[in-house]
């Protein structure tokens, strides 16, 4: 075995050795991302990359490869997200050096002005850059140049490689801390001497000189981040919040060297002040940093779900593989007791699989051969062989985890207004600085020059520029651990407005788990034709109708759906239609006999799916479906919150008012074709703020219209694709959790707000009072951004009430 990895060098061990084959040939990582980097390298056809690391030539940017890599497609396939527009690539990248709201601004700003570039969303709280761009018309490494000119060089994020990127900042940043708390330490004893009259006489300039050899150091090496940030975004013609801190330092600095030379009748220096606020600043960042990390988990812990490793059978043979090498269609073995590591579907073995941390299912289900299993599950105790049907970002976890992140990068109206602002923040801060120092030079010099460095240093936009995104960021993650996925912000804003619900029925306030409680005694036939269309069907009465058919299925061809009403298909060369009676019989062909039981049949609750070819009536199935248990409460509960509260379902009158009856609920919509349902919603817009909760196809233009909407997990992709919010789990409570978490969030949020604004009314004018040194100014500084973000951290408790 190598000792080292043999794409980053690294020490390689018995316990992180990965092995994989490259170009036929084994070798040893220390990690699987490293191993499936290395591979995608070879397969992209760029593994000279390799040879040309002894090479003295440095790249022009700050990367892991060099630029062209990353315009490869093999390279970009797996960081690049699913879209409608084949023209249109979106990716979302990482940048360590994003730590204030003039930054998003900054680079929201610079790239959006980019020929080729649709739309920036820059997310303060994780360093994201999410990036869509038209293919063709710029290349990813452009943008990423441009990025880098800006002073944030950015890469594909990738769980493992934001890891390492994470720690080797942090690595960077302790160091920088440490090396200004060794000076600072050693300026203090100084500073101690000074002021006992050690310094008198012939030791004067010594302790000077010896303060400057200390500062000297600690400015242009600690504090080289804020320099360099700041010189970027001027060059750029740009202003962040690292141009007030590094005028402030750089001026205190140089003017103490004026006095220092004997260019000035003024004794006193201030290096110590320098040394002081760059090592405060640098540990305030540090901690906001660890705190966003700990505040917005709830992303990370699910990627944690997924195991970065798999055992792949290839030619009978076992190799164990990074998750990213695995294709379409290979075979993986999972062993007792392991976590799924892909979407996959059983070829061989039976087990159970506990499913509750992607569902909220709470007991394990069973698997059978050709039934399907999700990454993040656990297997239980018989051994699975499956054949992989999805990659990483197309797992349902995979999916889970991107709608959580991009919820995120979603800005609301708020969060937009403040970006606004930020700019003008900063040249605010430069204005009032240079008024600061105008008034009182004629009075002191010395006092001038510290009061103008305290209000730089003081002003702080970033609690005004947390306060919004860092509520929202950790409310997502809240109701991730409640298994609700929140797509769109805003749903935060206006879910606490809402004051009329309107349900769909079935699979939202029904089980949706149907079953036939009647058939024709000779239904044989009828059975066999209905399910061998039913089964390519989304509708959760198709399943029960399939399930009903003991016979074998039949061949059909131009299957149709019509949303609302029913579907249609063509059997040995006959056209048969399934759904509603109105949508079977246009030639009202129907007998009086057998429309008087089916209504019959509805009466007592059931629902009556019809059947009919191009020359008859065949008859229908009625099935029957249950309310869920917590529907009462959920119903209740809101009506006691004093919101209105709607059925609108597309079923019959009869079965649809025996369900409003048995909840209470006075408003009752039925037989509502899809967009009945969206115009129903309108019509209650006009006085009101209106949340639709759905599961089917034929709910998508309800949940468009509303104000802010709700689709159950369990339902079809249509209704989750176009929901704000995403229940995981089948039952209604949530709902309640949802709007709970709402009200706290705009709480926390109103909170933050004033906090920040009533920071900086109160300090920047003690700044300019001449009240508040620069020492004292680098301490309240970074304090205030950690209030902001340990208040937005409350959003993780539950809320008791």
Same mark, same amino acid.
């Given at each position: ?340 590591? $892909?979407?996959?579907? @059983? ?6 699989? &506990?499913?509750? #941390? =992607? /569902?909220?299912?709470?007991?394990? *289900? ?67 600085? $240079?008024?600061?120092? @105008? ?6 010099? &010395?006092?001038? #020059? =510290? /009061?103008?460095?305290?209000?730089? *240093? ?82 959760? #009465? ?260």
């Amino acid at each position: 075995m190598s000792h080292s990895c043999f794409h980053c060098g690294l020490e390689v061990a018995q316990h992180n050795r990965v092995q994989a084959l490259i170009e036929k040939s084994s070798h040893d990582f220390c990690c699987a991302g490293c191993a499936s980097v290395c591979q995608t390298i070879y397969q992209s056809g760029l593994g000279a990359f390799y040879q040309q690391q002894t090479s003295s030539t440095l790249p022009a940017v700050d990367l892991e490869y060099p630029l062209e890599f990353y315009d490869a497609p093999a390279f970009q396939q797996p960081f690049l997200e699913a879209t409608n527009n084949e023209s249109e690539k979106i990716i979302t990248l990482i940048s360590d050096t994003i730590h204030c709201a003039a930054c998003v601004w900054l680079i929201e700003r610079a790239i959006d002005a980019l020929e080729g570039v649709n739309w920036t969303r820059v997310n303060l709280t994780n360093k994201r850059i999410r990036i869509s761009w038209k293919e063709g018309e710029i290349q990813l490494s452009s943008i990423m140049q441009r990025l880098a000119d800006l002073g944030y060089s950015a890469m594909p994020y990738e769980q493992n490689i934001a890891e390492k990127i994470a720690n080797k900042a942090n690595k960077a940043m302790l160091y920088k801390i440490g090396f200004a708390a060794f000076t600072m330490m050693n300026l203090l004893w100084i500073s101690i001497a000074i002021y006992t009259g050690a310094s008198e006489g012939k030791y004067h300039q010594y302790f000077q000189w010896l303060g400057f050899a200390l500062a000297t150091p600690t400015l242009f090496y600690s504090g080289f981040g804020f320099l360099k940030s700041a010189y970027n975004g001027l060059k750029n013609g740009l202003m962040n919040m690292d141009v007030p801190i590094s005028i402030g330092a750089l001026t205190t600095y140089f003017y103490s060297v004026y006095v220092l030379l004997g260019f000035s009748t003024k004794s006193e220096v201030y290096f110590d002040t320098v040394v002081n606020f760059i090592f405060v600043i640098l540990i305030g960042r540090y901690l906001e940093s660890s705190a966003k990390k700990s505040a917005i988990s709830a992303s990370s812990s699910l990627q944690q779900l997924q195991p970065k490793v798999a055992l792949v059978i290839r030619e009978g043979e076992h190799a164990i593989m990074p998750i990213s090498a695995i294709g379409l269609g290979e075979r993986v073995l999972i062993k007792p007791g392991e976590r799924i590591p $892909v979407d996959g579907r @059983v070829i061989f073995g039976t087990s159970e699989a &506990d499913e509750s #941390l =992607l /569902s909220g299912e709470a007991y394990p *289900i069973v698997k059978n051969l050709g039934d399907e299993v999700f990454a993040g599950s656990v297997n239980g105790q018989g051994a699975l062989e499956i054949k992989v049907e999805k990659i990483l970002k197309q797992s349902v976890l995979g999916k889970i985890v991107s709608l959580v992140e991009n919820t995120q990068h979603n800005k609301s109206a708020i969060v937009c207004s403040i970006d606004k602002i930020i700019p003008y923040f900063v040249g605010a801060t430069l204005f009032l600085a $240079v008024i600061t120092f @105008v008034y009182w030079y004629p009075q002191d010099f &010395d006092l001038a #020059l =510290l /009061s103008a460095t305290s209000v730089l *240093i003081i002003t702080c936009p970033c609690a005004f520029g947390l306060a919004t995104p860092m509520s929202i960021a950790v409310a997502s993650g809240a109701a991730v651990k409640e298994k609700m996925l929140i797509k769109n912000s805003d749903a935060l804003e206006v879910l606490d407005k809402v004051d009329w619900v309107v349900f769909d029925k079935t699979g939202t306030l029904t089980l949706g788990e149907f079953e036939v409680t009647h058939a024709p005694s000779d239904s044989a036939d009828l059975i066999q034709i209905m399910a061998s269309i039913e089964k390519y069907s989304q509708h959760p #009465l198709a399943k029960a109708i399939t399930m009903q058919n003991k016979r074998q299925f039949l061949t059909i061809s131009d299957f149709n759906s019509a949303p609302g009403q029913g579907i249609s298909a063509v059997i040995n060369e006959q056209t048969y239609k399934i759904g509603r009676l109105s949508f079977v019989d246009a030639q009202n062909q129907v007998s009086q006999a057998m429309l008087e039981k089916s209504e019959q049949i509805e009466r007592q609750g059931s629902s009556c799916i019809w059947c009919a070819s191009q020359s008859e009536i065949l008859g229908f199935i009625a099935l029957s479906d249950q309310i869920k248990i917590d529907a009462y409460e959920t119903v209740a509960q809101l009506q006691m919150q004093g919101k209105q509260v709607s059925i609108l379902s597309g079923d019959s009158q009869a079965v649809t008012q025996r369900v409003a009856n048995s909840l209470n609920i006075k408003h009752v919509i039925a037989q509502a074709l899809p967009q009945d349902k969206a115009e129903y919603i309108k019509q209650l817009q006009k006085n009101h703020q209106v949340l639709m909760i759905g599961d089917g196809v034929n709910d998508a233009p309800a949940l468009v219209q509303a104000n802010t909407s709700m689709a159950i997990g369990s339902g079809s992709d249509v209704s989750v694709n176009h929901a704000d919010v995403v229940l995981l789990k089948s039952t209604l409570a949530p709902i309640l959790t949802m709007i709970k978490l709402s009200k706290r969030t705009n709480q926390i949020i109103k909170q933050n707000i004033i906090f920040a604004l009533s920071y900086n009314v109160l300090m920047v004018p003690l700044a300019m009072m001449a009240k508040v040194t620069p020492l004292f100014a680098a301490i309240v500084m970074p304090i205030s951004s950690l209030i902001v973000i340990g208040n937005a951290a409350r959003l993780r408790k539950k809320d008791k009430k």
